[in-house]
């Protein structure tokens, strides 16, 4: 596809890797010839995501990594540069949702989702930086979601997290671009992934997605195109819910009555069954 070449031979890190949009970025990065350094701290699903990429002649490496810890991620960062050369792409991608009422949340939630969510994007940038400055270029992708848009009811932590890592990646943004590092913010809307299922904190359960929820490939292909294209914002879901956000963004009070339908939404689904994630 048209931007594809922009990839050939290229050092790529993606983080959340072994599944979910971080495993189809990989996957896409793969395909359009990049060299790609797949992080997840989960080593077993790590290990099952290589072997799931068949033969691709080395340009795989797998790294063990938990984003919360910022040596691991300095580590990461430091090991790909000394055996690539570079880094020409660092996609912060890896993650942990949550829909909960507010009165559920504990600072152990908070500390859990912010570590993630927000240290995540924060360590894998700030390890990177200075390696693309003295390169004299590089593109950091971060990913955030449709809630760094719009204020989703009943995941207040979780869009604090995104609507952080929104604003980071904007200002980043307008301040690298003369240095020639660029960077765009990805906001997903559903997609299928384990983040359904997966809480804050706790063991993960089997939840199905939304019958809508797009697909990872789909997704990154998405995702893949507009960082091609360099653009700041890519919002990651179908034209009908993009045509939506347009509507709705330029019709505030629609957008509000539609958020306090949803929160009564919310409220009696969780009265009933109890759902947190």
């Given at each position: 596809?048209?931007?594809?070449?922009?990839?050939?031979?290229?050092?790529?890190?993606?983080?959340?890797?072994?599944?979910?949009?971080?495993?189809?970025?990989?996957?896409?990065?793969?395909?359009?010839?990049?060299?790609?350094?797949?992080?997840?701290?989960?080593?077993?699903?790590?290990?099952?995501?290589?072997?799931r990429l068949g033969d691709t002649t080395g340009?795989?490496?797998?790294?063990?990594?938990?984003?919360?810890?910022?040596?691991?991620?300095?580590?990461?960062?430091?090991?790909?540069?000394?055996?690539?050369?570079?880094?020409?792409?660092?996609?912060?991608?890896?993650?942990?949702?949550?829909?909960?009422?507010?009165?559920?949340?504990?600072?152990?939630?908070?500390?859990?989702?912010?570590?993630?969510?927000?240290?995540?994007?924060?360590?894998?940038?700030?390890?990177?930086?200075?390696?693309m400055r003295r390169q004299g270029g590089g593109?950091?992708?971060?990913?955030?979601?449709?809630?760094?848009?719009?204020?989703?009811?009943?995941?207040?932590?979780?869009?604090?997290?995104?609507?952080?890592?929104?604003?980071?990646?904007?200002?980043?943004?307008?301040?690298?671009?003369?240095?020639?590092?660029?960077?765009?913010?990805?906001?997903?809307?559903?997609?299928?992934?384990?983040?359904?299922?997966?809480?804050?904190?706790?063991?993960?359960?089997?939840?199905?997605?939304?019958?809508?929820?797009?697909?990872?490939?789909?997704?990154?292909?998405?995702?893949?195109?507009?960082?091609?294209?360099?653009?700041?914002?890519?919002?990651?879901?179908?034209?009908?819910?993009?045509?939506?956000?347009?509507?709705?963004?330029?019709?505030?009070?629609?957008?509000?009555?539609?958020?306090?339908?949803?929160?009564?939404?919310?409220?009696?689904?969780?009265?009933?069954?109890?759902?947190?994630?």
């Amino acid at each position: 596809m048209p931007g594809d070449e922009c990839y050939r031979g290229k050092i790529c890190v993606v983080t959340g890797a072994a599944s979910g949009i971080g495993f189809a970025l990989a996957e896409g990065l793969l395909r359009r010839e990049a060299v790609v350094v797949l992080a997840d701290r989960d080593e077993a699903m790590l290990a099952s995501a290589v072997g799931r990429l068949g033969d691709t002649t080395g340009r795989v490496r797998p790294a063990v990594v938990d984003v919360t810890h910022q040596p691991q991620v300095d580590r990461l960062i430091q090991d790909t540069a000394a055996r690539g050369g570079r880094l020409d792409f660092l996609f912060n991608n890896a993650g942990v949702g949550g829909t909960m009422p507010i009165g559920d949340a504990t600072l152990e939630h908070w500390r859990r989702i912010i570590d993630v969510n927000l240290w995540g994007v924060i360590y894998g940038t700030h390890a990177a930086l200075p390696l693309m400055r003295r390169q004299g270029g590089g593109h950091i992708v971060n990913t955030a979601s449709l809630a760094a848009l719009i204020p989703f009811p009943y995941q207040s932590l979780y869009c604090a997290t995104k609507y952080g890592v929104l604003g980071y990646s904007e200002s980043l943004r307008f301040e690298l671009a003369d240095e020639g590092i660029h960077v765009s913010v990805v906001c997903p809307g559903d997609v299928a992934t384990r983040i359904y299922g997966t809480p804050i904190i706790g063991e993960r359960k089997e939840v199905k997605p939304p019958d809508n929820a797009m697909p990872a490939d789909e997704a990154a292909r998405i995702i893949l195109s507009g960082v091609a294209a360099k653009e700041g914002i890519i919002i990651v879901a179908p034209e009908v819910v993009r045509k939506w956000f347009r509507e709705i963004q330029a019709a505030p009070k629609d957008l509000e009555d539609y958020l306090r339908n949803m929160a009564r939404q919310r409220r009696q689904s969780y009265a009933t069954k109890g759902a947190y994630y």
